[in-house]
């Protein structure tokens, strides 16, 4: 069957002409829109500019087919062979092409748009600033695949292998790169914003200038990469590894990156403001410099010495507040409690987080966070709503003042009088707080505030402090009880 007999008929109504023979036809131009072609030979044909939009080219062979600006929109082209097809400015937009063969085509700017390409085979195609917006790419072969200036927003490419690829410059923001193989590709200048990068593999994948903020690498293998200046500012960095990884000047302001492997990476010039301190592995780090300001323009530099090296500014453990209540927590308890916690972090925004409660049938723990130099304001501050506020308040105070040049550096204290001063005001505190009706009423119903405590304190050294300890703490409640009618 020739191309005029196709023609004629096609005219006449006719749509089928399945196993059709059309290999080095000229067809460009020519509408066979919602025909099936499945299994036909257009091998070599010349396709240019035809309209074959709904057309069913399943398992079709194109192989070296000319579709030039083609329009394929929603065609059906499952398992079809489009090797080396020149596919520039074609339209497939909405096209399946789950397990086809795409190796070495061309698809220059073509429209590809929430197209399925589930496990089709694209090696070495050609997409430079390709159309791909909610494309379905799962387990997609585009390994030393060509998509410089492509735009993938949206789109799905979880397992795909896009091994050597170069990717610089391409839009994949809000694309999902869950588990997919990136290893030595160029992703330089992307936009990988907001993308789901969980469990990728990026070794030794270029990222420099990328934007990968509010990006989730958690787990992703990232040793070696190049993440010079890259924007990973609010990006989820957790347990990834970094290993030898360039993060110069790359921007890290408020990334979460609590469990990552840092081994042997270089971070100078690094913005680290609102990073964690602490649950990273940081041996044998490169880092001269880094930018701690709120908005990384360089008005706030740490210098690090090559002695001090990264313990400057990575602690070992994570500085910490632990109030030891000798009681167990009711619902009444809990609800005075955290109304309380409220009043003061109104007062006092030191108190920025609430504590993490760990409560047994004996004792209740409270756990609060923070840097080195203001775990004694907190411990100030956690303790306002016992008894023995104004004991480990006085503890506190009078601990300072013993403090030596070594234990002030030890605990970041840079003025102990400021500091003292500071306590003594919260110390008034105690008066002041006025908690909602219901919850005053409850306050003074509740022996929780009256039990004996215990204040300790951890600074990022894994120095431990107790500041106060009840004459009465841990002992039995009989013991307790004669204790209290002693010291009334």
């Given at each position: 069957m020739n191309?005029?007999?196709?023609?004629?008929?096609?005219?006449a109504g006719v749509k089928d002409f399945r196993g059709a023979n059309l290999a080095e036809a000229n067809l460009s131009g020519v509408n066979l829109s919602g025909a099936d072609l499945s299994e036909a030979d257009l091998s070599v044909a010349n396709l240019s500019g035809a309209y074959l939009t709904n057309t069913n080219l399943s398992q079709?062979?194109?192989?070296?087919?000319?579709?030039?600006?083609?329009?394929?929109s929603k065609a059906k082209l499952i398992q079809a062979n489009l090797n080396v097809a020149n596919l520039i400015r074609a339209d497939l937009g909405g096209a399946e092409l789950t397990q086809a063969a795409l190796i070495r085509a061309e698809l220059i700017r073509a429209e590809l748009s929430k197209a399925i390409l589930k496990e089709a085979n694209l090696n070495g195609a050609d997409l430079r600033e390709a159309a791909l917006r909610e494309a379905d790419l799962s387990r997609a072969n585009l390994s030393e695949a060509n998509l410089r200036g492509a735009v993938l927003t949206g789109a799905n490419l979880q397992g795909a292998n896009l091994h050597a690829a170069d990717l610089s410059r391409t839009d994949l923001s809000g694309s999902n790169l869950r588990e997919t193989e990136l290893k030595q590709t160029n992703l330089s200048c992307a936009n990988l914003s907001g993308a789901d990068l969980s469990g990728a593999n990026l070794r030794w994948t270029d990222l420099s200038g990328a934007n990968l903020s509010w990006a989730n690498l958690s787990k992703a293998k990232l040793s070696g990469a190049n993440l010079r200046g890259a924007d990973l500012?609010?990006?989820?960095?957790?347990?990834?590894?970094?290993?030898?990884?360039?993060?110069?000047q790359a921007r890290l302001i408020h990334a979460d990156w609590i469990g990552a492997d840092l081994t042997g990476a270089t971070l100078t010039a690094a913005k680290l403001h609102g990073v964690s301190r602490v649950g990273l592995k940081t041996q044998g780090i490169i880092c001269e410099w880094i930018d701690l300001s709120p908005e990384g323009d360089k008005s706030e530099i740490l210098h690090l010495s090559a002695e001090e090296g990264s313990q400057k500014f990575f602690n070992e453990t994570l500085p910490i507040v632990r109030i030891v209540i000798d009681a167990p927590l009711d619902i009444n308890a809990n609800l005075?409690?955290?109304?309380?916690?409220?009043?003061?972090?109104?007062a006092y925004p030191f108190l920025k987080q609430a504590p993490s409660i760990e409560a047994s049938l004996r004792k209740t723990v409270l756990t609060f966070t923070g840097n080195n130099d203001e775990l004694f304001i907190l411990a100030s501050l956690g303790i306002l709503p016992f008894n023995d506020a104004v004991a480990t308040q006085q503890n506190i105070i009078s601990l300072i003042n013993k403090f030596k040049t070594p234990d002030l550096k030890a605990w970041d204290i840079k003025d102990?009088?400021?500091?003292?001063?500071?306590?003594?005001?919260?110390?008034?505190?105690?008066?002041t707080i006025e908690p909602g009706q219901v919850v005053s009423n409850l306050k003074g119903k509740v022996n929780f505030f009256r039990a004996s405590t215990q204040t300790a304190i951890t600074n990022s050294s894994n120095q431990t402090l107790t500041v106060h300890t009840h004459p009465s703490f841990g002992k039995p409640l009989m013991t307790r009880q004669n204790t209290t009618r002693k010291e009334q």
């Open positions: 191309v005029t007999e196709i023609l004629i008929k096609y005219a079709a062979r194109l192989n070296v087919a000319r579709l030039r600006g083609a329009n394929l500012s609010h990006a989820n960095l957790i347990n990834a590894s970094l290993v030898y990884a360039d993060l110069t005075v409690l955290a109304s309380t916690y409220h009043q003061i972090s109104q102990p009088k400021q500091i003292q001063q500071f306590i003594k005001a919260i110390a008034q505190t105690i008066q």
